[in-house]
């Protein structure tokens, strides 16, 4: 095996697991929510999905702030790059019955290391429903 190959393969297996670990996240968040029949939101650490998430009980419904509950932190070491589209840049947010607040879909890409392209997308829909599509894709947010 050439050194090429071994460092796509290394970077497609850590891209794989940002992503299940990412979409694993949010079906957390998800059924936190419903199980505490209460507003639970995931959102990037410092802004960025690269560096993680977190997991908190959004108290007043606005978002993350200084007054929330931490559930859970999942920090990563961002040499993996991932970013939402605009309807999840920063977070989402699950109402008590499990569906995004913002009644929408969105989408995370887990990022090429050398391209405007997702090798994986980890896609929420409206209902709450979590998915990973694998297959690699121009994505100019990546770029």
């Known amino acids: 095996m050439c050194i090429q190959q071994i460092k ?7 891209g794989l ?8 996240g949010i079906r957390t968040a998800r059924v936190a929510a419903i199980t ?3 507003i639970v939101t995931i959102h990037a ?3 960025d999905w690269s560096n993680g998430w ?3 009980l959004d108290a007043d419904g606005k978002g993350p702030d200084e007054n929330d509950t931490l559930l859970i932190e999942r ?6 790059r991932v970013v939402g589209n605009q309807k999840v840049a920063r977070h989402l947010s ?3 019955l499990g569906n995004l607040r913002n009644r929408t879909n969105g989408t995370l890409h887990v990022c090429a290391s050398d391209q405007p392209a997702s090798n994986y997308r980890v896609i929420v829909a409206p209902a709450g429903r979590v998915r990973i599509e ?10």
């Open 36 to 38: 505490r029949n209460q």
């Open 17 to 24: 697991a940002t992503a299940q670990e990412l979409a694993s």
């Open 54 to 56: 977190r997991i908190i």
């Open 94 to 96: 699950f109402n008590g």
């Open 8 to 14: 796509e393969l290394i970077e497609s297996n850590r």
């Open 75 to 80: 920090a990563n070491d961002g040499k993996t």
């Open 134 to 143: 694998d297959t690699k894709q121009e994505a100019a947010l990546c770029g």
């Open 45 to 47: 650490i410092e802004q």
